[in-house]
């Protein structure tokens, strides 16, 4: 019988022929400019949004020129297990795409058996059995058709690429969280030597209250209020001391390392962080092209409008192709000589006929999955918008809290150091200077929680930018 080679290759020509909608890469509406940055006094200090510095988003926790906190951020991308997870996420996704891949192929496999048959033809020799002995290669081939394998392919091809974009998210996260953790840690590191520096300005206080009473110039009432206030001030430092503690074991956990690590290492106090007064700032645009969560929304949607063909490609028919070469006998014997030679083809067509809907109900479940996965799309777009306007509001109202509670701590200090001087001359009552000393403590605590606080709304802009999502170890 003479065979015509072309067809199969018509066959695989139309195998580029996809069901479904060609996915189009979306292209998100946003506004020109942040109304945070507009709405911004002047007196606050300004982001600079003339230029996008890609290597000052890479690592942008330099900025802030702390060595510590570069050397833990070091420790952190080579040791949190979260990011390390990440990576084992982008191993199965391309293992599933090499997966889905692999249907586009023939599959061959090596064959041996042995079958015991009743004579074919009942009508000669009736009650004669007979034995078939194979060994050789068996191929099967199903001609992806109407690209129900291809939109599969293209899926896979989506879903990796969201898992890159997972592990960038991971490294936006994990920059994000460490340097707010020890923003956090050097802040109650802050906090507690203004507590204990005032509570032995305190308690030289009382022990002076109480000997001006014991010599007959002050009061009891100067002595119970010194007390109390002492005693209030020294309250304070068991809750500093355990978020000092709970910020110390958050940073071991970030780098990857069990509680007690990083004791010996941050156990010097050193300055908060201060915010640099500039940073880069990029358009809403270029915001949204630069954070890996909007880039996992998009390929999420792509992945599902893929399966949408895939669906639909479902009610077409599914045409295969097998093959056998190999060895064929009725005698074990005989089974290796060149007269047991044998090969054979085969092209079967399955065409959905009588399937009760699961067909259209798959269809349908694609379409919803893709409709979800679009709105899915928008709100992370929405979601994106307002985390970077609301960070940018947060740290231009924090600076000007910042600079004008500077300026209270510089003038309670004066108030201070003057009320002391008019009790001395007798102008004052000795109240009046312990009201001085605790108002002066308490802006000197506030001052210090609003450095922490700018620091880590500045923090949360980078966050918002999409910063650290090519975060690298520092090479030194």
Not at 94 to 112: D, K, M
Not at 336 to 343: G, I, L, P, R, V
Not at 384 to 396: D, G, K, P
Request: with cysteine; charged share 25%; glycine share 6%.
């Amino acid at each position: 019988m003479k065979r015509n080679p072309y067809w199969f290759l018509l066959l695989s020509g139309l195998s580029g022929c996809a069901m479904g909608p060609d996915y189009q890469e979306k292209i998100p509406a946003v506004p020109e400019h942040w109304q945070a940055e507009q709405q911004a006094p002047k007196s606050a200090s300004r982001l600079n949004s003339e230029s996008t510095n890609p290597e000052t988003l890479k690592t942008w926790w330099k900025n802030f020129g702390d060595a510590g906190l570069n050397r833990l951020m070091d420790k952190a991308l080579t040791g949190n297990l979260d990011v390390k997870m990440a990576l084992a996420r982008i191993d199965q996704a391309r293992a599933e795409r090499r997966s889905t891949r692999a249907e586009l192929f023939p599959t061959v496999n090596g064959v041996a058996g042995a079958q015991r048959n009743d004579n074919p033809f009942p009508g000669f020799a009736p009650g004669i059995k007979f034995n078939l002995f194979e060994v050789g290669f068996d191929a099967l081939w199903e001609i992806d058709l109407f690209g129900r394998q291809q939109r599969r392919l293209e899926a896979a091809t989506a879903d990796l690429d969201a898992a890159g974009e997972e592990y960038r998210q991971a490294l936006v996260t994990l920059t994000a969280e460490l340097t707010r953790s020890y923003i956090d840690y050097r802040s109650l590191q802050n906090q507690l030597r203004i507590t204990h520096s005032n509570l032995d300005a305190q308690q030289h206080t009382l022990k002076l209250t109480g000997k001006l009473f014991k010599e007959g110039v002050g009061t009891r009432h100067d002595v119970v209020r010194a007390r109390a206030q002492t005693e209030a001030t020294e309250a304070q430092i068991p809750a500093l001391e355990a978020g000092l503690i709970s910020a110390l074991h958050q940073l071991e956990v970030l780098i990857g390392q069990q509680p007690g690590t990083l004791t010996a290492e941050l156990k010097q106090p050193v300055e908060v962080p201060p915010a640099p007064t500039q940073a880069i700032l990029t358009s809403p645009a270029e915001t949204i092209r630069q954070r890996p969560d909007i880039r996992i929304a998009e390929r999420r949607l792509a992945a599902a409008t893929a399966m949408q063909g895939a669906a639909i490609a479902e009610l077409f028919p599914k045409i295969s192709l097998s093959a056998f070469l190999g060895l064929r006998n009725t005698d074990i014997e005989s089974l290796f000589k060149s007269a047991a030679f044998s090969y054979g083809t085969a092209a079967n067509l399955l065409q959905p006929l009588l399937n009760f809907g699961r067909i259209q109900a798959g269809i349908d479940l694609a379409e919803a999955r893709q409709k979800e996965a679009y709105l899915g799309y928008q709100k992370a777009v929405l979601d994106a918008l307002q985390e970077t306007e609301t960070a940018l509001a947060h740290y231009l109202k924090e600076e000007i809290r910042r600079q004008a509670l500077s300026r209270s701590v510089a003038d309670l200090q004066e108030s201070v150091r003057l009320s002391q001087l008019r009790f001395k001359e007798g102008v004052i009552s000795f109240l009046d200077v312990l009201d001085a000393q605790r108002v002066l403590y308490a802006a000197e605590i506030e001052l210090a929680r609003s450095e922490a606080a700018a620091s880590t709304h500045l923090v949360a802009v980078y966050k918002a930018l999409g910063g650290g999502a090519k975060a690298t170890v520092s090479q030194s």
